[in-house]
């Protein structure tokens, strides 16, 4: 069964710092690639999704993320964070084979600070 | 994309009880999915609901525990079942879109308080 691994349990980041958080998955077929986030007690909202094409997706709030299938990962990225970008990342993947569920990382918590 | 009405939003529940989640999709779709998010936590699947055949559940989660009605293609339901304060969580269900689009649309969510 296929897994996702979101190495960064909580990032602290100060404003317009540079952010990646890191998503690998473990799976040898083609993936469908998400990030989503959810903002404190709120519900999630979809930052960006990689289907096939340009491995550099861009997002939305300034959000990207690069798939590199050697590496098997899907690094989200921003070059400038703000105070509102504190919330909680999640990145899911599921098999390109059908009508199949996501399979979700435990979550990445950025805080960003003044 | 498919537009997911899901309810309750909310319900705090007497332990031993159980409470149903129901989900209503605008369009027909062949599978639907249920995920629970404990507090401070990931969306963990419970189950793949497949109209006309049994759901399929993770390793973890029982039919039980969390029976899955699925009798149409735009219509589940999850049960949680003799609920103890472990099963505060929320619940939301979510389908899968063929083609472009979003992906996945997920319900609003089920908060649920075990007391």
């Known amino acids: 069964a296929q897994s996702v691994s979101q190495h960064n349990h909580h990032v602290i980041l100060s404003e317009a710092a540079s952010l990646e958080l890191g998503c690998n998955y473990s799976y040898g077929g083609t993936v469908n690639l998400f990030w989503y986030v959810q903002y404190p007690g709120q519900h999630l909202q979809l930052l960006l999704k990689?289907?096939?094409?340009?491995?550099l997706v861009k997002g939305i709030k300034g959000f990207e993320a690069e798939f590199i299938k050697s590496k098997f990962s899907f690094n989200l990225r921003k070059p400038s964070v703000q105070w509102s970008d504190t919330a909680e990342y999640f990145c899911?993947?599921?098999?390109?084979?059908?009508?199949?569920?996501?399979?979700f990382g435990k979550g990445t918590r950025l805080s960003v600070i003044a | 994309s498919a537009v997911i009405s899901q309810k309750p939003s909310r319900d705090i529940c007497q332990r031993g009880t159980s409470l149903t989640i129901q989900c209503q999709v605008d369009s027909q779709v062949t599978m639907m999915f249920w995920y629970r998010q404990q507090p401070g936590q990931s969306l963990t699947l419970i189950a793949t609901?497949?109209?006309?055949?049994?759901?399929?559940?993770e390793s973890g989660f029982v039919i039980d525990k969390f029976p899955i009605s699925r009798p149409n293609l735009t219509f589940s339901t999850l049960t949680v079942s003799n609920m103890s304060p472990e099963d505060s969580s929320i619940y939301l269900c979510?389908?899968?879109?063929?083609?472009?689009?979003?992906?996945?649309?997920f319900g609003s969510g089920t908060r649920l308080t075990v007391v």
């Open positions: 979510s389908v899968g879109v063929t083609g472009s689009g979003d992906g996945y649309t």
């Open positions: 609901a497949n109209q006309g055949s049994e759901a399929t559940y």
């Open positions: 899911a993947v599921t098999p390109r084979s059908g009508n199949t569920p996501l399979v």
């Open positions: 990689y289907f096939s094409g340009d491995p």
